[in-house]
């Protein structure tokens, strides 16, 4: 994986003197996906890493509402990392894609959109069999 692989989609943002409105609608031809939930992250502590997993076929959209952290992306061949903190842009999640999500500044909120309902037979917890199944793919 390497940089140019980071999928970060602009949002539709309203921008006037009162500040901005951004929007996502189901069809609005943004988010690539059906949306078929939403879940959000807050209340994280200092020094948490959260993810340590990757899922093989759920896509989700994930956009740091406000504060800042980090994302740690690894397709088993390659890591990279972004920082989300712009609520305007959205961070594209691909199926068999390892995340790591760590420097959380405090209060951070991240929204996360995802194509699928929760479905823990998705996950994939464990790294090298993560190795494994991602050096399948072509
Ligand atoms: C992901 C990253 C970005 C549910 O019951 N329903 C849900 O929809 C979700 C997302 C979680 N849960 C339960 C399962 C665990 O008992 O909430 C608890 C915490 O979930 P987890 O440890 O998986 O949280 P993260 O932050 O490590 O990972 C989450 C998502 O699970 C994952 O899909 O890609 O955020």
């Given at each position: 994986m390497s940089p140019a692989d980071i999928v970060l989609l602009p949002l539709r943002t309203f921008h006037d003197v009162r500040g901005d409105l951004t929007t996502l609608e189901p069809?609005?031809?943004?988010?690539p996906f059906a949306i078929r939930r939403v879940y959000y992250i807050h209340h994280v502590p200092t020094g948490v890493t959260r993810g340590g997993h990757a899922h093989r076929a759920l896509r989700q959209l994930m956009i740091c509402l406000s504060g800042r952290l980090d994302v740690h992306l690894d397709d088993g061949r390659g890591r990279v990392s972004v920082t989300l903190s712009d609520p305007r842009v959205g961070l594209l999640l691909a199926p068999m894609t390892w995340r790591e999500m760590n420097d959380f500044a405090p209060d951070t909120v991240c929204l996360v959109l995802a194509s699928?309902?929760?479905?823990?037979?998705?996950?994939?917890?464990d790294y090298p069999e993560f190795v494994r199944e991602a050096s399948r793919i072509e």
């Amino acid at each position: 994986m390497s940089p140019a692989d980071i999928v970060l989609l602009p949002l539709r943002t309203f921008h006037d003197v009162r500040g901005d409105l951004t929007t996502l609608e189901p069809d609005d031809g943004v988010v690539p996906f059906a949306i078929r939930r939403v879940y959000y992250i807050h209340h994280v502590p200092t020094g948490v890493t959260r993810g340590g997993h990757a899922h093989r076929a759920l896509r989700q959209l994930m956009i740091c509402l406000s504060g800042r952290l980090d994302v740690h992306l690894d397709d088993g061949r390659g890591r990279v990392s972004v920082t989300l903190s712009d609520p305007r842009v959205g961070l594209l999640l691909a199926p068999m894609t390892w995340r790591e999500m760590n420097d959380f500044a405090p209060d951070t909120v991240c929204l996360v959109l995802a194509s699928e309902p929760y479905d823990e037979a998705d996950y994939i917890h464990d790294y090298p069999e993560f190795v494994r199944e991602a050096s399948r793919i072509e």
